[in-house]
């Protein structure tokens, strides 16, 4: 595919920019950190404690701990929920390693399930058929920062007596059916990665949840089974979101809102520009699940060479997924076949992530589109 080059060399459009963030909140982000520092609280502490608390309140949830990051938080749940060799936890193949990496950590086994075409996010309809004597848990994905659909994930698990976890490491904000992530299910897992809508500066992870055995054993377990300094009630691990990650979080997380809302304008405009190309599939929204767009996620044909002209113009798209899980080397020994879940397959092949980030500008989201178009109109149509 041939681009004409606009002859200077244009500013690059990054998929996210951290930088961007932090110039908006630099001041309170220091402040915050000179608190931690003066205090020594690295580990525990008050910043801390705040967090934790502030952070459930914000899920609307009774309890929330802080861990040491995403795939931890969701091992942690698992790991509470009492679950093992021998259990079979059924997850979706679109989505990061992580998701599925938690239920091996834990022992027990990973089972996939295909997705919703519409929405990329695990198919309810599809679940009862991965279900055995074995199935114990389901971990549904809020990819790209829109809910799965929990009404019809949490029928058919109540049906089957299994336990609901959240993933909901790109989501945080986001609202089903009016209520927040975090509080839809058995419990839910929270990543801090810098690049998520609230990352800190560095790993960071926080299990949430309305039971209050579950966080029990998770602020126990995350902290070497610790009831006293000295006192282990069991044998735990160490993975624990530290003071100054907990102090920053609390500075990000009175923006998030504004930020979710930022992202979701920056969605309108791409979405008014590229509403009538036959080459984009733009995102579905489902109007008791909006998204806050942790990443605004086309599809097209011939996403390789789109991917590669839109760099070629300094724009830094994105892929998320290229690889279902059920096809990356790390799941061979599951002997799971091309063909088995075509709908995770058939996005892998086609999605395309375009830079968002609440502070891109109209301008920027302008010359996105004008590229994209220009690139794809070599490309053959997507169905609808
Ligand atoms: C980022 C992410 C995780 C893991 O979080 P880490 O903090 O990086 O360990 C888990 N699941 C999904 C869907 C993610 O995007």
Same mark, same amino acid.
């Given at each position: 595919?041939?681009?004409?080059?606009?002859?200077?060399?244009?500013?690059?459009?990054?998929?996210?920019?951290?930088?961007?963030?932090?110039?908006?909140?630099?001041?309170?982000?220091?402040?915050?950190?000179?608190?931690?520092?003066?205090?020594?609280?690295?580990?525990?502490?008050?910043?801390?404690?705040?967090?934790?608390?502030?952070?459930?309140?914000?899920?609307?949830s009774p309890y929330a701990v802080g861990v040491g990051?995403?795939?931890?938080?969701?091992?942690?749940?698992?790991?509470g929920l009492g679950l093992g060799p021998g259990d079979?936890?059924?997850?979706?193949?679109?989505?990061?390693?992580?998701?599925?990496?938690?239920?091996? !950590?834990?022992?027990?086994?990973?089972?996939?399930?295909?997705?919703?075409?519409?929405?990329?996010?695990?198919?309810?309809?599809?679940?009862?058929? %991965?279900?055995?004597?074995?199935?114990?848990?389901?971990?549904?994905?809020?990819?790209?920062?829109?809910?799965?659909?929990?009404?019809?994930?949490?029928?058919?698990?109540?049906?089957?007596?299994?336990?609901?976890?959240?993933?909901?490491?790109?989501? %945080?904000?986001?609202?089903?059916?009016?209520?927040? /992530?975090?509080?839809?299910?058995?419990?839910?897992?929270?990543?801090?990665?810098?690049?998520?809508?609230?990352?800190?500066?560095?790993?960071?992870?926080?299990?949430?949840?309305? @039971?209050?055995?579950?966080?029990?054993?998770?602020?126990?377990?995350?902290?070497?089974?610790?009831?006293?300094?000295?006192?282990? $009630?069991? $044998?735990?691990?160490?993975?624990?979101?530290?003071?100054?990650?907990?102090?920053? !979080?609390?500075?990000?997380?009175?923006?998030?809102?504004?930020?979710?809302?930022?992202?979701?304008?920056?969605?309108?405009?791409?979405?008014?520009?590229?509403? @009538?190309?036959?080459?984009?599939?733009? =995102?579905?929204?489902?109007?008791?699940? =909006?998204?806050?767009?942790?990443?605004?996620?086309?599809?097209?044909?011939?996403? @390789?060479?789109?991917?590669?002209?839109?760099?070629?113009?300094?724009?830094?798209?994105?892929?998320?997924?290229?690889? =279902?899980?059920?096809?990356? =080397?790390?799941?061979?020994?599951?002997?799971?076949?091309?063909?088995?879940?075509?709908?995770?397959?058939?996005?892998?092949?086609?999605?395309?992530?375009?830079?968002?980030?609440? $502070?891109?500008? $109209?301008?920027?989201?302008?010359?996105?589109?004008?590229?994209?178009?220009?690139? /794809?109109?070599?490309?053959?149509?997507?169905?609808?």
């Amino acid at each position: 595919m041939k681009v004409t080059l606009s002859g200077k060399h244009p500013q690059v459009i990054p998929l996210v920019d951290l930088r961007a963030s932090h110039a908006s909140i630099a001041a309170d982000i220091e402040a915050a950190i000179k608190r931690v520092i003066d205090t020594s609280a690295f580990i525990g502490g008050a910043e801390h404690q705040a967090f934790q608390e502030e952070f459930a309140r914000y899920c609307q949830s009774p309890y929330a701990v802080g861990v040491g990051n995403g795939t931890e938080a969701l091992w942690l749940i698992l790991r509470g929920l009492g679950l093992g060799p021998g259990d079979e936890v059924i997850t979706t193949p679109l989505t990061f390693i992580a998701t599925a990496e938690a239920i091996s !950590l834990c022992g027990a086994r990973v089972v996939f399930c295909d997705i919703e075409p519409q929405t990329f996010a695990l198919d309810a309809g599809q679940l009862s058929v %991965h279900i055995t004597d074995r199935t114990r848990a389901v971990v549904p994905v809020h990819l790209y920062g829109q809910p799965a659909d929990m009404d019809g994930i949490l029928a058919v698990a109540r049906k089957h007596g299994l336990k609901v976890v959240e993933d909901a490491a790109q989501a %945080h904000g986001a609202r089903y059916r009016g209520k927040r /992530v975090g509080s839809l299910a058995d419990a839910a897992a929270f990543s801090f990665y810098p690049g998520k809508n609230l990352g800190a500066y560095g790993d960071g992870g926080a299990v949430v949840t309305a @039971d209050e055995e579950l966080a029990t054993f998770v602020r126990k377990f995350c902290d070497h089974g610790r009831v006293a300094k000295y006192e282990h $009630e069991f $044998e735990g691990t160490n993975s624990r979101l530290d003071g100054l990650q907990a102090a920053i !979080l609390r500075v990000k997380l009175r923006h998030l809102d504004r930020w979710n809302a930022q992202r979701r304008q920056a969605a309108g405009w791409y979405r008014d520009r590229l509403k @009538d190309c036959p080459a984009v599939r733009l =995102p579905k929204e489902m109007t008791d699940r =909006p998204s806050i767009y942790h990443l605004f996620v086309i599809m097209v044909e011939n996403r @390789d060479q789109i991917l590669q002209a839109l760099k070629q113009e300094a724009i830094q798209a994105g892929v998320h997924y290229p690889i =279902p899980l059920h096809l990356q =080397p790390a799941y061979r020994h599951l002997g799971l076949k091309q063909g088995m879940f075509p709908y995770a397959e058939g996005a892998a092949q086609r999605v395309l992530s375009l830079p968002l980030y609440p $502070e891109i500008t $109209e301008g920027q989201v302008d010359r996105v589109c004008k590229v994209l178009k220009k690139v /794809v109109a070599a490309a053959p149509s997507i169905a609808a």
